[in-house]
């Protein structure tokens, strides 16, 4: 995102044009934050700039002495703006073509922040993100202010305007709600990788068993297409089903078509590109086999993913 543009004839109004460089040095502070917040709660780059943007807009509102912790107040706006977001979004999820994913972040690291852990990689999978869409918009903006700003209840209280013991009922519904479903991920980011380079190792042979051998036995595969390319219309449960579809794709893609290892929403997965356009971004949960697969194809979700790594093929595994 890029820096913010100061509203027009800001600078005459009484009491802001003297901090003007406190405040926007505050913003620029807290945006890294606020991005992650918003997408985590839209599920969308392009959205949460867009949120992110309109709360630089109304940071200038406030004199800065009406504003004691100016994080907690963008977090706010941003928290409101994306409440909003997602009360007309789920009317929008509802007339989805197939299964709904998050947009990838493909070689993001300024909007995924510092991920130290892999509880915090975990959060932002984008398996995980999906998981979110059953969730109430209030429920999701707990998890998120939770997750993003590790905001203890009294925090999270301010900024939904709530009690903490109404956010602290909140937030165990939302747990209740994902349950078990909830991905785990539970290896490092390299043998995460190794196991991406035995799966696309398996695929190149174009064995149904040699690929099964790479799965969980209770491996889900979810394709988004947005209605717009190939992709399954239902979640694909179990190894056999699952390598089969993969292999399809496989069949499919022209001579053209290249593999490049990125880091997507945190983890080593893999891009597609046919002539240098991002055809799918495949991303991976797991423990010693792949335990979630999410293949990302619809276009629209693709258009902002660049490239940093050397197609796979040279790539030394």
Not at 60 to 81: F, G, M, W
Not at 147 to 165: I, M, N
Not at 235 to 244: C, D, M, N, S, T
């Amino acid at each position: 995102m890029s820096r913010p543009n100061p509203a027009p004839g800001s600078e005459a109004e009484p009491g802001r044009g003297a901090d003007r460089p406190e405040r926007l040095e505050a913003f620029v502070d807290a945006q890294p934050r606020l991005l992650s917040l918003a997408y985590r709660l839209t599920g969308s780059r392009a959205d949460a700039e867009d949120l992110v943007q309109e709360s630089w807009l109304r940071w200038q509102r406030p004199t800065r002495s009406e504003v004691d912790d100016p994080v907690a107040y963008l977090a706010r706006i941003v928290t409101h703006l994306a409440l909003d977001y997602l009360r007309s979004a789920r009317v929008r999820r509802e007339r989805y073509v197939g299964p709904w994913l998050p947009e990838p972040l493909v070689d993001a690291e300024a909007w995924l922040g510092p991920l130290e852990t892999l509880e915090e990689r975990e959060q932002l999978s984008l398996a995980t993100l999906a998981l979110l869409e059953r969730l109430s918009p209030r429920q999701r903006a707990v998890v998120g202010l939770r997750e993003a700003f590790a905001y203890p209840y009294e925090q999270v209280t301010r900024v939904l305007d709530s009690s903490p013991t109404a956010c602290r009922q909140v937030h165990h519904r939302a747990r209740v709600r994902l349950g078990e479903d909830r991905p785990k991920a539970g290896v490092d980011p390299e043998a995460h990788r190794r196991l991406l380079h035995r799966l696309l190792a398996a695929l190149a042979t174009g064995e149904l068993a040699q690929l099964e051998e790479t799965l969980a036995a209770d491996v889900v595969l979810v394709t988004d297409g947005g209605g717009k390319v190939v992709a399954a219309r239902h979640p694909l449960v179990g190894p056999a089903r699952v390598a089969r579809f993969l292999l399809g794709i496989q069949a499919q893609a022209p001579p053209s078509t290249e593999l490049h290892f990125c880091e997507v929403n945190g983890w080593p997965g893999l891009v597609a590109t046919v002539e240098g356009v991002v055809v799918n971004v495949l991303s991976i949960v797991d423990a010693e086999k792949a335990e979630h697969i999410a293949i990302v194809r619809a276009p629209d979700k693709l258009a902002r993913v660049t490239l940093l790594d050397a197609p796979a093929s040279q790539i030394e595994p």
